[in-house]
């Protein structure tokens, strides 16, 4: 399967499989028009490695250690405003959660590197020998001609996996505190199952990005760009050619960069797109609130929260902590990682 038909399979997929509803048409009509830096897709031909051995006790220390509480309660999800409705931003709605730990910052290009090296674990990139990244990234990208129909800003670079993310001759040195990308849903669980953790519920991820805090934007309250300074990495300028970088970065940013929220979590929003535990649905609303809610038992794509380098106001407004949208679990992008999560 040549990665251009795999492309292209993929919207079509996605359309078609939601026929029939005109509230998920619109949404996905809404996606596909503002896929803007969210994530293009794949479905992958190989199936993900199993693995039969656990992380080493200094591995599971590490992960450990990165592990901050967030407390047992209600919290208000959602927004009252929606930017984007049709992503099921809204509607504002009560929900509990157990008490339960969730990491700082993402998991980091060191943290995955002695992941890979212990279990010997292929990627999703690595094995299907291709993943997207931002064009204003690479060197030639005329060089890189296929993108996903809409989005030309992505190119489809052979050979870019996690540990060479612009492609065969780039590497990870200097970026190994960088949060690590190019790696799928299925990835991200592999990681996760090796270390004993999982990926958080989307309703934990929210209630961790909110801080404590009630119907904020931010992680850090409702001000973009507060009066003391920039606090995540987003994109300045206008997308897809001019990013000024006012915040210190053009691609990813250190995991610990810039003030932690009131959970003592970094870069909630920004930085990278962060998989989900959840299959990606419009949310349902019960009577009572949700107690720790799994979300929908199947699906196509699995939810992806907090917004990346990439996103801005001028195309693709999804760095609050609201913010959501989705994609399948195969998929590889330069601006996709994860966190991981553990019951309390
Ligand atoms: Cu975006």
Known sequence: MTPLTVGTMIFKGMRAG???NTMTDAFEQDQKAS???????????????RLAQRASDDLRTALDATLAPVPEGFFDMGARKPRYPADGEGPRRRVHTSAFRIGRHAVTNRLFAAFATESGYCSTAEREGWSYVFAGLLDDPAAHPVSPEGTPWWCLVEGATWHSPLGPGSGIEGLMDHPVVHVSWSDALAFCDFLGLRLPREAEWEKAARGGRRHNLFPWGNALEPADGHRHNVWQGRFPDLNSGVDGYIGTAPVDAFTPNGFGL??????????????????????????????????????????????????????????RTGNTPDSTTGHIGFRVAASA
Not at 35 to 49: E, N
């Open 266 to 323: 970094h870069n909630m929003t920004g930085n990278v797109w962060e998989w989900c535990a959840d299959w990606f649905a419009l949310p349902v609303i019960t009577r009572l609130p949700a107690r720790d809610p799994d979300g929908p038992s199947d699906g196509t794509r699995k939810v992806l929260r907090g917004g990346s380098y990439l996103c801005h106001a001028s195309y693709c407004e999804r760095y609050h902590v609201h913010s």
């Open 35 to 49: 896929a803007g830096c969210c994530a293009p897709g794949r479905v992958a031909g190989s199936a993900a490695p």
């Open 18 to 20: 939601n026929a029939g």
